[in-house]
């Protein structure tokens, strides 16, 4: 029977800041691909070494392989490849995810096709036909390509280069819940009991972010917001509980823009027995909306407040304040719920007087955890396309590393030390209210 690997090459790093989850965009293709009759398993890298997973791939001996890539992961997605391509040449190797939809040409030479944005239907679609019309990697020609949203090729004499879409409320309503059936989960709950005594996964709600901050990048979901139904999101949540988990971090890029959505959710997930935490934007909050959140279990919201300078936020785009940041953390506060932010330092044009607002502003304010970093210039955003002297070498392996990766203004070695020197106050004062 023929068969579909999805490989996820990422292995843990132990970064303080780890956030581990099982990768949804795999759970999902693989629903898809199970709808579809098709034969399909995800290879997890995240607890294994890179000689196990192999081991297990070549087992498998799998027609299609598929590896999602993003900007921490480009080493050992290669790296597959050339796995793949010497030891199982006749599958076809297939690269998506956010690096491959951003830059396909540099994935091309090493993979046959990729697939760029949103692929929940294409690429199952093509797996499909690919197995029915018994097409090969040299036998492409007897597919019609152009029938595949963002499939990109110049390999194998195919030359195809398909717009993106993004998919209606409509389509994505229709979408089977993500088969979560491969993952290590007894890992996943260890590594989350062991960092803060929660079972937690991941789940998403909405697609797409509206707004259009200069810093970030969406190269798959894009600035087109979609929410998904609702009865089905609560049977997910249902079949997360049978799994174990006990806290959900809601993936969404700001799960709290649409209202009257959080406040269907707020007064349906009473009874469930679990908690979440949710990345947020300061605007739109009232303390009624945050005493809601935390009557139905809302344990701790993430804020990307940014900068304590209203000039650096506007060379942000972030349309939004600091007054209107500090009025969030507060209404948070005042309902019970923890307040986690991120912030910015060294802001290309942001001034010395600045980045001092944004330690005072981070010292300041009733947080429960904080963190810097400077700007990275995420492939796809408007800063990456402004900044000069980007350092492709260093291949944007570091978590969290505050190094910059291309020429800025600013002087490194200060913001570490002023970096450190924030967050060392920060937690005495933590430590000293404890």
Not at 98 to 119: K, N
Request: charged letters at 20%; one cysteine or more; glycine letters at 6%.
């Amino acid at each position: 029977m023929p068969r579909v690997a999805l490989v996820f090459p990422y292995f843990r790093t132990r970064a303080p800041t780890e956030m581990l989850f099982p990768p949804l965009g795999a759970a999902a293709l693989l629903a898809q691909l199970k709808q579809r009759q098709i034969e399909a398993r995800i290879f997890d890298c995240t607890f294994q070494t890179f000689s196990r997973i192999a081991k297990g791939l070549l087992a498998y001996q799998p027609d299609i392989v598929g590896l999602s890539s993003m900007i921490l992961l480009n080493q050992s997605t290669f790296r597959f490849a050339e796995l793949v391509r010497e030891r199982l040449p006749g599958a076809l190797l297939v690269a998506g995810g956010p690096m491959p939809t951003l830059y396909p040409e540099r994935y091309i030479s090493a993979f046959d096709l990729v697939f760029r944005g949103e692929a929940d239907i294409s690429f199952p679609d093509f797996c499909s036909d690919y197995f029915g019309y018994m097409a090969s990697r040299k036998a492409l020609h007897k597919l019609d390509l152009r029938e595949y949203p963002g499939l990109f090729s110049h390999n194998l004499d195919v030359v195809v280069d398909n717009p993106l879409i993004h998919y209606s409320q409509q389509e994505i309503g229709k979408f089977p819940i993500p088969d979560r059936s491969n993952f290590e989960h007894a890992a996943y709950q260890k590594a989350w009991m062991e960092k803060n005594g929660t079972r937690t996964t991941s789940i998403m709600i909405t697609l797409g972010c509206p707004y259009n901050c200069d810093f970030c990048s969406r190269p798959v979901f894009g600035s087109m917001y979609r929410k998904r139904n609702l009865f089905v999101v609560f049977e997910e949540i249902r079949q997360v509980k049978a799994l174990g988990y006990d806290q959900l971090w809601i993936a969404d890029d700001n799960f709290t823009i649409d209202l009257d959505l959080l406040r269907q959710f707020c007064q349906h997930i009473h009874g469930f027995g679990v908690t979440w935490t949710c990345l947020s934007r300061v605007s739109g909050i009232t303390l009624d909306i945050a005493r809601l959140m935390r009557a139905a279990g809302c344990q701790r919201v993430y804020l990307g407040l940014e900068s304590g300078s209203n000039a650096t936020l506007r060379l942000m785009n972030k349309k939004a304040t600091v007054e209107e940041g500090m009025q969030a953390v507060e209404y948070f506060r005042q309902a019970g719920i923890e307040v986690a932010a991120f912030f910015l330092v060294g802001y290309p044009n942001e001034t010395l007087a600045d980045i001092e607002k944004t330690f005072s502003l981070a010292l300041s304010l009733p947080l429960n955890d904080i963190s810097f970093n400077v700007p990275f210039p995420l492939p796809g955003s408007a800063l990456f396309d402004r900044v000069s002297g980007i350092d492709p070498s260093r291949d944007w392996t570091h978590e969290n590393d505050v190094s910059f990766v291309y020429a800025s203004e600013f002087d490194q070695q200060w913001l570490r030390r002023r970096i450190h020197q924030t967050m060392r106050a920060f937690k005495l004062r933590k430590n000293s209210t404890a």
